[in-house]
């Protein structure tokens, strides 16, 4: 996603940062930060520092109804932009500009079919995120539809993620080296390697 955010964003040589997950009820990292891409400006430790700080200022300001950390930002503190939350995780990201961070969250979100299709752009309206207000192609990508092994009812489980909506066409399951092994396509969703 880095190189479609590059399409319509001049990266400035950039091509990576720190990526982490959050459990937004227990403030647990699901995903602790990690490296995305290339770091070459030796700004790994700091990216990391932001990358926790986006996630956990913007969950304890889930109580005031905030949804994306560039609500609370304060660069005079560096307290950036670059978190979202989808309701029940807070994705983050740090190594570019504060609105290709968030840009790059969204795409990732949505492309993991975590937040639906408008929500991108009622996010980017808050924060002005020109990216994603003029380049609605960057939300064509395939969507990964994830079904954990663990609810599979052959394995005793339940079957798919109650959590996830019901989508009667699938987009294509994506494997990549976050599903390989972790997740299996829906019936009948047609799969792809990579993005």
């Known amino acids: 996603m880095l190189k479609q955010l590059g399409f319509v964003s001049d990266l400035e040589g950039k091509i990576g940062g ?6 937004e009820a ?16 030796g700004k790994k430790g700091q990216y990391t520092a932001f990358c926790r700080e986006k996630a956990t200022r913007l969950r304890e300001n889930r109580a005031n109804g905030h949804f994306q950390s560039w609500e ?3 660069p005079e503190s560096d307290k950036w932009g670059g978190a979202i939350s989808d309701g029940n995780h807070i994705w983050s990201f740090s190594g570019l500009t504060e609105e290709q961070d968030e840009a790059l969250m969204l795409m990732s979100a949505h492309s993991c079919g975590r937040i639906m299709n408008g929500a ?9 995120n020109r ?3 003029d380049n609605d192609y960057l939300f064509w990508l395939p969507k990964i ?5 663990e609810s599979d009812p052959e394995e005793g489980g339940e079957g798919f993620d109650q959590n996830l909506p019901e989508d009667p066409t699938p987009g294509p399951f994506v494997i990549s080296p976050i599903t390989a092994g972790r997740y299996r396509p829906r019936p009948g969703q047609p799969i792809v390697k990579g993005l």
């Open 72 to 74: 609370s930002r304060d």
């Open 120 to 128: 991108p752009h009622s996010y980017a309206e808050g924060s002005n």
């Open 18 to 23: 720190m990526f982490c997950l959050m459990d």
């Open 26 to 41: 227990t403030g647990l990292m699901v995903i602790e930060p990690t490296k995305i891409g290339e770091i070459a400006n």
């Open 131 to 133: 990216i994603i207000l």
């Open 145 to 149: 539809v994830f079904e954990d092994l």
